[in-house]
């Protein structure tokens, strides 16, 4: 199939009552613009038959390929095999794997099966089956008239992971994509949208292959470089000088590629020197060690952590002294520096990091809503304590300690 | 006009590529869907003068109302205009107010207007011209072959400035809509969308207003009820007739309404009862310490707690028995229950819950990956443990298990 027509269908009522944006359509259709497959419609249609079938009989007289999104759970309301079946008369069967794990999950979870929730093991024959790895309903790629109709849960994560694994190899496959595209995300820390834009304008402007996309994300700002080439050497022979030439100028905050988080890196760099950290938190509440806790491995390196919310857990389980609060308050440099210096020795850890301020609504202690501290202390004898004035409601400014808390302890480890 | 069927059309490839999402069809959909306009259809159409005119075509012959954003701005590609005169053989004439506004824009910025901007000026003959307060396109009403097409810009401030001032006030009265609409939503943990339709199938299928809908969120499923009435009263009646018919069968997973949190409702409750509570985590890792922090207040009612990743920190800081853990390992309800009991004794409060768990990827003293057990203990002697078996990957497996861990305590605490 050469340049393939494609489209995306969402069907779910949620969507025309405005209760969720169509960021399905979003994704799938970056995805295959990356690979180079055009889509030339989105439609959003709701939970009724008519409707639905209408939908894809118009996608069906204009597009080579049809995603549908949506529609395929265990309720009355999820429509989509009846409206293609409505369309294309084919017949469906019982997916014997699927309902052996849809079987399995009620018994694992001691619920009692309702009967609805054999609907969603239903597949068209002759169809292609995409196991889901993350939830009940199985996809289908179906081969019709010529046509290729792919059938996706609505829910996104499992929408993802679909497309991910099983859907976008099978599209390159057909549409024969012979032009290798290479695409690597590089990522930054401490460094802000518009300055990092600032500092390499001249080498985004000076070329177009790779493309060079800056965008601000909430872990910080990535860039993502697309290049496009005969072969595989020369796409990555591409990307690989445009990023030193970055490196060259933002080379500083620079920490990761693709998938990679700060907190990997932080893991990974533990590992690697045989340190052992632990954290005493008390605005980011447990933020800042379940971002470490979700590294896969983070049993090797990570003692554990003390959210010392109370004062009274600060001192009693932390032993910070009754003086420092006294004197100093909890929200300050010396109630962090005690908090970091402590939870090392009380969970006997190499490396401890505190964090201690206000994360509003109200003002503590005298002290005004985004003031934090964070105090990054080792077993032996570094020091070292910074203040900061986040801006932004409760959540953000819990969320950009635990970053900032990140950035440092990353850096310290890299250096 | 009465009931009429509504859609919306976005016109802009950047959509089709995924740049963006279409949340302009989100949010005016949310504003009508208040005001009881139906609206069966999104599309998204690229920018290409035939599948624009073809996107028209199809929406004129199933629609009241067509309201279309994008391709009214300056450039060759704002092809919106062009694609309805060819579906309409309306004329089209410069606004001279528009075209003024324009011109004025260009003088007061001293740059020199390229002729391509007088685009953005024609509007069709005998047109609503709605005025654009905080942008160069005007929008435009347009009466043809007894549909209304609505035209607004795609910028998302511009298009909800013309949506609030102009177009609502004239759909509203153009649909004879006097009815009051209140909405109330119904949340519920505990209780699977498909078991929780199941139960309340009757009710669902008995009644139409108000309309009664349920979904499946990240914290639980949520119903929205949402009626219409000719008085504020008489809707708020019909919520709450409903509200209670649907509470009567599933009242024992209904946990709060409108945006209540279950973190929220634990805090309010442990401030009611006057108790004192601290967390161990292994695999949630802090998540659970954290969402509680995320309620502002919660310091009245949470100690803290402990992340006991390590073994030997559930051992040297918990006072986890060694016994324990060699006979029964770190996964198991002994170690669990102990881990409850001594974090309450640690950090001296009256409630305590544990997390234990295999996260995954690897299976963990030959315990499967999704293995949990969440045990809460109290200081006056209740004591409970419960085994789960989570699916998903590593993330997956440790918000369920808070989740989870959530819902338990509020069940404890409402009892």
Known sequence: ????????????????????????????????????INIYHHTVVGDNLNRVVGAFSDAHSRSDIIIVTGGLGPTEDDLTR??????????????????????????????????????QARVFTDSIVLDNKVGMAPGMIVSYDNRKWVFLPGVPREMMSLVTNDVLPYLLQLVGNKAIIKSEVLRFIGIGESILEHEIKDIIHGQSNPTIAPLATDSGVIIRLTARADSSEDAIRLIEESKQEILSKIGNFFYGTEQQTLEQQIVDKLRVSNKRLALAESLTGGMATSKLVSVSGASDVLRGGIVCYDPKVKEGVLGVSSKTIAAFGTVS????????????????????????????????EGKPVGMVYIAVCTRDGHQQVEEFRFQGDRDTIRNRAVLKGLEILFNLLKS
Chains 1, 2 share one sequence.
């Open 82 to 119: 009846e409206a293609f079946q409505q369309l294309s008369k084919l017949d469906m069967v019982e997916h014997k794997p699927s309902m052996d794990k849809i079987e399995l999950f009620f018994r694992e979870h001691k619920v009692v099966m309702t009967p609805n929730n054999r609907r």
């Open 333 to 364: 440099e010396e109630c962090a520096i005690e908090m970091a210096t402590n939870v090392c020795l009380v969970l006997d850890a190499d490396i401890g990091i505190s964090f201690t301020g206000v994360a509003g609504p109200n003002e503590s």
């Open 1 to 36: 199939m050469h340049q393939p027509k494609a489209e995306i269908i969402a069907v779910g009522t949620e969507l025309l009552l405005g209760q969720i944006a169509n960021t399905n359509a979003q994704w799938i259709s970056q995805q295959l613009a990356l690979y180079g």
